[in-house]
């Protein structure tokens, strides 16, 4: 494709069926791309059913404004086969959900969406892409309407069938958006028919701002940085039936209860229902997780009605939850090394608020609740998760400011760094509900809670800093573990390697203190654990100041 400037398309192009090679030769390998194709609200490419060992290369392009329901610039469905995508930039476009049925509804892979086969992403920059939840229609003749749809990958979309390695690439300003839920019918009687009001339905849960994974996932020397995962607002309830005929106390004159606010699941990485991914040598920053707010009640009908409360607001929908600002790992395995995970954060859902009571003696609805942030870095449930030489920093939430640890999941965390990290509720820099944590060689300080400023929950530590044990609930704290003192860390910045670190100063007490059970031969910048002449033994945390 020996061209420059702007290939603006005018429908779909043909699906590639067989191996390919789609570049431009006339630059130089990782050079700048001189041809831009402009999809125009129409799906770029879609590499389809390849035989097993044919791969599809795609390489030095620029793709823009595509749009589909999967894979708005790139939709990779090859069976057996494998696509490579090299030195492109991939922006602009949409996966938009479509009202035809729920597998529709969802909006996957703003991007790039692989369903099935492998894929190879490498010197890549996937940004400004959106993966869109349909919007709900309104409920109507006694019918709620429709929840909003998923919105999952507004990045990357990978499917259960499918694997992705990504490298030296850079995932950044997507953004996941579930749908706007559908507001509840109106209670009505007629002459031929009568029915109640019904409550509105529930906004649409975003997946993975930058990426979602159900199933293999590689990140290798990447950046995720400033994606956005935002879960849809609940619908309005529908309003009681207003004055008419009398009505029996079976809710005609109700009002309807909001809905509840959608989920936002990992503003840069999600990693779901039996999914497995890696990441090395990568930061994870600066991405956010919004939940939905919640629907409002729908207001009480001034129907006489047979009975008391026939009348009564309905109420408010609760807000959405947001889990995993930076990565949130449910049902799944997570193993993160060298890498950092810092400055995310994120918004619960708002309670919508109660419906209004129109007639004396009624009730108006309660305003409900508002839902929380879990996992300001990391959100773990019902899954593994290992970290190894890991710096987790400056992340918020309400719970877990670090990473939120939540039910039947088995974690382990060695030679890594959880500092600076704040909440309004628990676990400042980890909050453990029944779960089995065990820390090895970490520090984990300077955290900020009321409550629990390091750690809330039940852990097993050995030749650890862990600077404040307010909170842990139960604790096996070997006799080599540092409690109460300051590390003396450095400000998070580039201090060698490929990802901001802490150093500990020299007077530091995590100098020599550390253990090795993995055989560490470098820390995580690359640079040589130093085993001290006094002692043999590598320093606490992600960094080696030797």
């Not at 620029?62 to 991939?90: C, E, H, M, R, W």
Request: charged share 15%.
């Amino acid at each position: 494709m020996p061209l420059k400037g702007i290939l603006k398309l005018s429908s779909d192009l043909p699906a590639i069926t067989d191996g390919v090679v789609i570049h431009d030769p006339s630059i130089a390998a990782g050079g700048r791309q001189d041809v831009e194709i402009d999809g125009n609200g129409h799906e770029i490419f879609a590499v389809q059913a390849l035989p097993a060992g044919i791969t599809v290369t795609i390489s030095d392009l620029k793709l823009t404004k595509g749009q589909s329901a999967a894979g708005g610039a790139i939709n990779i469905d090859v069976g057996a086969g494998s696509v490579t995508l090299d030195n492109l930039v991939v922006t602009h476009n949409q996966a938009i959900g479509h009202l035809t049925g729920f597998a529709s509804n969802r909006g996957l892979g703003g991007g790039i969406a692989v369903v099935t086969g492998s894929a190879l992403i490498e010197n890549c920059q996937i940004t400004k892409n959106a993966a869109v939840g349909f919007d709900g229609r309104s409920g109507s003749g006694g019918h709620k309407g429709d929840d909003g749809g998923v919105a999952s990958g507004g990045g990357i979309e990978v499917s259960e069938s499918a694997s992705l390695d990504v490298r030296n690439s850079i995932i950044s300003k997507n953004v996941a958006k579930g749908g706007t839920a559908g507001r509840g019918s109106n209670g009505r009687q007629t002459s031929s028919s009568i029915w109640s009001a019904t409550a509105g339905s529930d906004g649409g849960n975003a997946y993975g701002g930058g990426i979602a994974n159900l199933g293999v996932l590689i990140l290798e020397k990447t950046q995720i940085e400033t994606n956005l995962a935002k879960g849809g607002r609940g619908g309005n309830g529908g309003h009681g039936q207003n004055a008419g005929p009398k009505v029996p106390i079976d809710a005609h004159s109700l009002g309807g209860a909001g809905g509840q606010g959608g989920f936002a699941n990992g503003g840069g990485v999600s990693n779901q229902f039996g999914a497995s991914a890696t990441i090395t040598d990568s930061t994870i920053s600066s991405n956010k997780a919004i939940a939905g707010n919640g629907g409002n009640g729908g207001n009480g009908g001034t129907a006489k009605t047979i009975g008391a409360g026939g009348s009564d607001g309905g109420d408010g929908g609760d807000g959405g939850v947001a889990a995993g600002c930076g990565i949130e790992s449910s049902h799944g395995s997570l193993d993160i090394e060298d890498s950092s995970i810092v400055g995310n954060r994120g918004l619960g859902g708002k309670g919508g608020s109660g419906g209004k009571a129109t007639i004396p003696g009624a009730h108006a609805g309660k305003t409900a609740l508002h839902l929380d942030v879990l996992g300001g870095g990391i959100y773990s449930s019902n899954g593994t998760l290992s970290l190894s030489q890991v710096t987790i920093a400056i992340n918020s939430a309400f719970s877990g400011g670090g990473i939120s640890i939540f039910y039947d999941s088995s974690v382990r965390i060695a030679n890594s760094t959880i500092a600076r990290n704040i909440v309004s509720g628990l676990g400042g820099g980890i909050d453990i509900t029944s779960s089995s944590v065990t820390i090895v060689s970490t520090i984990v300080a300077l955290n900020i809670s009321h409550f629990s400023p390091d750690i809330d929950g039940e852990i097993v530590v050995s030749h650890s800093l862990i600077q404040h044990i307010a909170g842990v609930q139960s604790a096996t704290l070997k006799s080599d573990t540092i409690v109460g003192v300051d590390p003396l860390l450095g400000p998070l910045q580039m201090n060698g390697g490929l990802t901001p670190t802490m150093c500990p100063s020299l007077q530091s007490p995590v100098i020599g203190k550390g253990d090795n059970p993995d055989q560490l031969t470098t820390d995580q910048r690359g640079l040589a654990r130093v085993l001290p002449a006094v002692g043999g033994a590598i320093d606490i945390g992600a960094v080696e100041l030797g």
